[in-house]
């Protein structure tokens, strides 16, 4: 600096920021976006559902506590629900899980195109929820569905089978139509898992003279527990509340033999006009979500801690 020079004032800005500010900048648009999105709105439910909200009554809220919860848990209807929905999360989650390890041990296998394979599974996880509703619900049409077409040309029926119309199909044609869907899920998920054995352990175990059945059970079934277990959990939570694959396919009938959990709290709220007792039943929906998630949770570090 030559004589004369005025001396620069030191900048304010040079002194870096903590690294706490620095993270809580970054972290405050997402945090804002979900407390309006997510918090906000499982507020107002918690306090609706403390009323007796009725759209055929406005102006009139009075107060019940947790009069909507008790309503609901001695409910037939509810009960009933719960029972359709819990059938179908066990149903479809043990067989996508099932056909899932299948798939995923058939992908897995040293051959040509197997890039092909790969892409042709996953195209039914691909397409959107409604479309594949849709697709179904015109492939068990008992007019003009081509499952109706099928069997009465090799001759497993003779007279169209209204499959969506009738008690005893209903429900199984809805379970057909999510597994084909899922599956693929389920079979990249166990996929990745099953890429991260070591090959070395399977010629080891053949050099000692186990099959492949035993290598199944001994070593590729125990190693993939881990991703198993969180395919489970999502799984799980995603067909307890399942909505918009029964509601296209069926509408919860004929009659409720189709009608879950979700679809009796849709019902609820947006059909009787009965908000209090419909936030009330999404909250009971959210807690046994919850308490399933719990179970596996610990049974995923029981897993982990066992391994180790």
Same mark, same amino acid.
């Given at each position: 600096m030559t004589a004369g020079t005025p001396?620069?004032?030191? !900048?304010?800005?040079?002194?870096?920021?903590?690294?706490?500010?620095?993270?809580?900048?970054? @972290?405050?648009?997402?945090? #804002?976006?979900?407390?309006?999105?997510? @918090?906000?709105?499982?507020?107002?439910?918690?306090?609706?559902?403390?009323?007796?909200i009725q759209l055929t009554r406005p102006g009139v809220e009075p107060f019940v506590g947790l +009069?909507?919860?008790?309503?609901?848990?001695?409910?037939?209807? %509810?009960?009933?629900?719960?029972?359709k929905a819990a059938f179908f999360?066990? @149903?479809?989650?043990?067989?996508?899980? !099932?056909?899932?390890?299948? $798939?995923?041990?058939?992908?897995?296998?040293?051959?040509?195109?197997?890039? =092909? /394979?790969? !892409?042709?599974?996953?195209?039914?996880?691909?397409?959107? *929820?409604i479309v594949n509703a849709l697709m179904w619900r015109w492939i068990d049409n008992a007019t003009y569905g081509s499952l109706n077409a099928l069997l009465n040309q090799v001759g497993l029926v003779h007279d169209y089978v209204p499959w969506l119309s009738q008690d005893s199909t209903a429900m199984w044609m809805v379970i057909i139509a999510d597994v084909w869907k899922? *599956?693929? #899920?389920?079979?990249?998920?166990?996929?990745?898992?099953?890429?991260?054995i070591d090959r070395g352990l399977f010629e080891a175990a053949r050099v000692d003279g186990a099959g492949s059945i035993a290598i199944f059970?001994?070593?590729?079934?125990?190693? /993939?527990?881990?991703?198993? /277990? &969180? @395919?489970?959990? /999502?799984r799980t939570m995603e067909a307890f509340k399942v909505f918009d694959v029964i509601w296209i396919m069926t509408g919860?009938?004929?009659?409720?033999? *189709?009608? *879950? =959990?979700?679809?009796?709290?849709?019902?609820?709220?947006?059909?009787?006009?009965? %908000?209090?007792? +419909?936030?009330? $039943?999404?909250?009971?929906?959210? &807690?046994?979500?919850?308490?399933?998630?719990?179970?596996y949770l610990w049974l995923l570090r029981r897993t982990g801690s066992t391994s180790s």
């Open positions: 001396r620069r004032a030191p !900048s304010t800005w040079s002194k870096p920021w903590p690294e706490a500010w620095v993270a809580a900048a970054f @972290v405050a648009p997402a945090a #804002f976006v979900i407390l309006l999105v997510v @918090v906000v709105p499982l507020g107002r439910a918690a306090w609706m559902s403390l009323f007796d +009069g909507n919860y008790i309503t609901q848990l001695t409910s037939p209807g %509810f009960w009933d629900s719960v029972y999360t066990i @149903v479809t989650t043990v067989l996508e899980l !099932s056909l899932g390890v299948g $798939l995923a041990m058939l992908m897995d296998q040293p051959m040509r195109f197997r890039w =092909v /394979l790969r !892409s042709l599974v996953i195209l039914p996880w691909a397409l959107p *929820t899922m *599956t693929p #899920f389920c079979a990249i998920l166990i996929l990745a898992g099953l890429q991260g059970r001994r070593i590729i079934l125990p190693l /993939l527990t881990p991703i198993i /277990l &969180i @395919v489970l959990v /999502l919860g009938g004929p009659a409720s033999s *189709t009608q *879950t =959990v979700a679809i009796y709290a849709y019902r609820t709220a947006y059909q009787g006009y009965d %908000f209090g007792q +419909g936030a009330a $039943l999404g909250y009971l929906i959210a &807690i046994a979500i919850m308490l399933l998630a719990a179970v």
